[in-house]
Structure formats: structure tokens, C-alpha cells
């Protein structure tokens, strides 16, 4: 198939270099590791050829050669699977930790990455195939500038605002403005806390993000982003100091309260506006309740 080689070579470049843009350690510390970098780096090279090499097969026509699409799509969710399980096992030793939720929503990330990855490659070597390499290499910035878009999600910042807040004790209650977090029985903890301590509240901006700031794996992911991004005092014996995000169960707001290492306001809202949105989290009851209303019309 020396015919379909400059094909082949055009997905799979397109699909390593996209796999390379999309694969970045930052806050979430994962991966955070040479041999991490280099077993995805690996598998995004395996992807882009089996995309690249999709196109020769179909042209040939060698048809039963693009069955082994099927068992690639097998193997990127054994990958989904793999990261599941070292992120569970690094979880263990967290004294801050992510939440299954968390997990699950990176884990589900790296799966998906690679299927872009294989479609990036695919779509190159098409319009290589049919466009010669100047529509091959208009084609391949489109589908990584897309990539790049689809795998961005969503964060905090859009659906909520987020505003200092000021800590209190209400009797040995911790209390961010009127939500209450725990009780600290010592006296000298709570001087600390007041001394130490930060605090902003977050608010939602509609109806869907009061659903989503409910649920318990989304408030883990802001303390723990909070964490990385100002560090904690949080030690093994120091549990007061453990960052919490609690509830108004009247308004639906939350307070996030922290003993971080570097005290700056500016930059915890910044960290809790970053966190982002988990897909386990994501609700929209408002889209619900028009629906409902448009069935009660019906009815009427």
C-alpha cells in the first residue's frame, strides 16, 4: 500500500498532535508522571493509526479490516477502567480527597479522548485521501481546534457566583455567614480558624445549578480543587482543618470554608469559579419542569 502512505501518515500526525495538545497535567495533578505521559502519549499514537489506517481499508476495499474498530472502541474502555483504578488507589493515601465522582468523570475523560483522537485521524487521511494535503492539513486544525472545544467542559464560573464570606462560631458551630459547617470543641481552634481561616460562599444563578452544587461529588471537587490551588493545613490529626462545602437548605446556596497555606481571597474564588462542572452533577430540572407544563396544557 505504498499509495496510501502519505493517507496514513497524515492521520496518524494529525492524531498524535492532537492527543499531545489534549493531554496537559495542571491542577488535577493527574498525570502528573513521566510513564503516565507516556502510556497515553502511546495509546493516542495506537488510536490515530487505527483512524488513519480506517481509510485505506475502506478504499481497497478491504472492508472486514475496519472490524477492528469494534475491538479498538473494546480496549479505550479498558482505559476508562485502568485510570478508574489507579486514581481509587491514589485516592487511599489523599489527605483531600477527589471523590468517586471526581474519578469516574476523569476516567471517563482519557476514554473519550482517544476516540477524538481516532476521529481527528480519520477525518485527515479522508480529505487527504480526496483533497491532496493542503485539505488534509485544513481538515486536521479544524478537528483538533474542535477536540480541544468538546473536551474544555464546563466550570463553576458559568453557572454560579462566588463572593466572600465571613466565618463565625455560633456557640462551638463553624459558621460561614448563616450555614453551619461543624462543631469545634476547642477554644484554641477556633481562634485559629478565625484567624487563619477563609471563607466564600457560592451562589447559583438558576435553578440548575442549585441541582447541581447538591450533589455531594461536586461539593468534594471544590474543596479539593480549592486545596491544590491554595494548599491546607489539613494534617492526619488535624481534622477542623479539613476544607467542607456545605449547604443553605433554604436557598440552595453553598459556603466553602478552608485553612489554606497561601491566605489570598482573590485566588479561592478564582480556584472555586475553575472547578469543574461533573458530568455526574449535571441536572437541568428547569428543562424538566417546562416540559412538565407543557404536558399540563395538553391535559387542560
Known amino acids: 500500500m505504498p499509495e496510501y502512505l502519505i493517507v496514513i501518515t497524515a492521520g496518524v500526525l494529525a492524531g498524535t498532535l492532537s492527543r499531545i495538545i489534549l493531554l496537559r497535567s495542571d491542577y488535577r495533578q493527574y498525570p502528573g508522571y513521566p510513564h503516565g505521559y507516556m502510556s497515553h502519549l502511546l495509546l493516542g499514537f495506537i488510536a490515530s493509526a487505527l483512524g488513519a489506517v480506517a481509510v485505506p481499508a475502506v478504499m481497497a476495499p478491504e472492508y472486514t479490516a475496519v472490524t477492528f474498530l469494534a475491538l479498538a472502541v473494546q480496549q479505550f474502555r479498558e482505559i476508562r477502567n485502568m485510570e478508574r483504578r489507579t486514581l481509587e488507589s491514589l485516592e487511599r493515601t489523599e489527605l483531600i480527597k477527589r471523590g468517586l465522582d471526581y474519578i469516574e468523570g476523569i476516567a471517563r ?4 479522548r482517544n476516540y477524538l483522537v481516532m476521529a481527528t485521524a480519520f477525518a485527515t487521511s479522508l480529505a487527504t485521501q480526496f483533497g491532496g494535503l493542503p485539505a488534509g492539513g485544513v481538515v486536521a486544525v479544524i478537528t483538533i481546534l474542535l477536540s480541544r472545544n ?10 454560579c457566583d462566588v463572593v466572600p464570606a465571613r466565618l463565625s462560631f455560633d456557640g462551638p458551630t463553624l459558621m460561614v455567614d448563616e450555614i453551619g459547617l461543624i462543631n469545634v470543641g476547642l477554644k484554641d481552634m477556633r481562634e485559629d480558624i478565625l484567624k487563619n481561616g477563609i471563607a466564600v460562599k457560592i451562589k447559583p444563578k438558576d435553578g440548575n445549578a442549585r441541582s447541581i452544587i447538591h450533589d455531594m461529588g461536586q461539593r468534594k471537587a471544590i474543596a479539593f480543587t480549592a486545596a491544590v ?9 488535624i481534622p477542623e482543618y479539613t476544607p467542607l462545602v456545605r449547604k443553605n437548605p433554604h436557598t440552595g446556596e453553598a459556603g466553602l470554608y478552608i485553612m489554606p497555606v497561601e491566605r489570598d481571597m482573590e485566588q479561592l474564588i478564582a480556584a472555586v469559579k ?6 455526574s452533577a449535571s441536572s437541568k430540572p428547569l428543562l424538566a419542569g417546562s416540559s412538565i407544563r407543557k404536558a399540563k396544557k395538553k391535559v387542560d
Open 229 to 237: 490551588i491554595l494548599g491546607s493545613k489539613k494534617d492526619v490529626d
Open 274 to 279: 475553575l472547578t469543574p462542572v461533573l458530568e
Open 109 to 112: 475523560t482519557f476514554e473519550a
Open 150 to 159: 468538546l473536551m474544555s467542559g464546563e466550570i463553576l464560573g458559568n453557572i
